[in-house]
T-cell receptor
Framework: DAKTTQPNSMESNEEEPVHLPCNHS???????IHWYRQLPSQGPEYVIH???SNVNNRMASLAIAEDRKSSTLILHRATLRDAAVYYC???????????????FGKGTHLIIQP | NAGVTQTPKFRILKIGQSMTLQCAQD?????MYWYRQDPGMGLKLIYY???????DKGEVPNGYNVSRSTTEDFPLRLELAAPSQTSVYFC???????????FGNGTRLTVT
């Protein structure tokens, strides 16, 4: 899987939007962009994924650049419960069917101030 | 629907001891995975399985063994525990290779 680059940490205020960036300049045409988050003392939790178009779900939105070399996870109104490590992961399901799971980096540690 | 259940939650082993970390899922997922997470680091894949009777090595398989006799269970075996195996272990499952992974809450293992 191609590599992603994320800031080590970000800080935001409660009830404000949060934009978490991810760079993936070596992304291939069959790489999906996945986001997971890990709350303290818990296992990672799926947030959202997409290929080319922007995606929305109940948890967040994913904005994908036109050239796909970067993406942004958007939390529309952060709460204290959103404080977690957020992982941006590329997953090529064409190669091996994605059977070997996900390759995790260090992610972005999101701090929410009350 | 419990999702992915891992037992035990915590364990302390002495060097050279053996143990099995249990993982069970009730979502009828075909794919299952074992990861380890060292402090301040991302997760690393130990072993994975695409179905009952089929297992394969991940990035860091040395010192571990797995089996997959049923769809539901995917135990991880440590034969001769070493301090380097002190870590938090996460089990995960997915319906197929491209679908989102569901993780358990982990087993925190200390080897002294």
């Amino acid at each position: 899987d191609a590599k992603t680059t994320q800031p080590n940490s970000m800080e935001s205020n409660e009830e404000e939007p949060v934009h978490l960036p991810c760079n993936h300049s070596t992304i291939s045409g069959t790489d999906y962009i996945h986001w997971y988050r890990q709350l303290p003392s818990q296992g990672p939790e799926y947030v959202i994924h997409g290929l080319t178009s922007n995606v929305n779900n109940r948890m967040a939105s994913l904005a994908i650049a036109e050239d796909r070399k970067s993406s942004t996870l958007i939390l529309h109104r952060a709460t204290l419960r959103d404080a977690a490590v957020y992982y941006c992961i590329l997953r090529d399901v064409e190669s091996g069917g994605g059977a070997d799971g996900l390759t995790f980096g260090k992610g972005t540690h999101l701090i929410i101030q009350p | 629907n419990a999702g992915v259940t891992q037992t035990p939650k915590f364990r302390i082993l002495k060097i050279g001891q053996s143990m099995t970390l249990q993982c069970a899922q009730d979502m009828n997922h075909n794919y299952m995975y074992w990861y380890r997470q060292d402090p301040g680091m991302g997760l690393k894949l130990i072993y994975y399985s695409v179905g009952a009777g089929i297992t394969d090595k991940g990035e860091v398989p040395n010192g571990y063994n797995v089996s997959r006799s049923t769809t539901e269970d995917f135990p991880l075996r440590l034969e001769l525990a070493a301090p380097s195996q002190t870590s938090v272990y996460f089990c995960a499952s997915s319906y197929y290779g491209g679908s989102p992974l569901h993780f358990g809450n982990g087993t925190r293992l200390t080897v002294t």
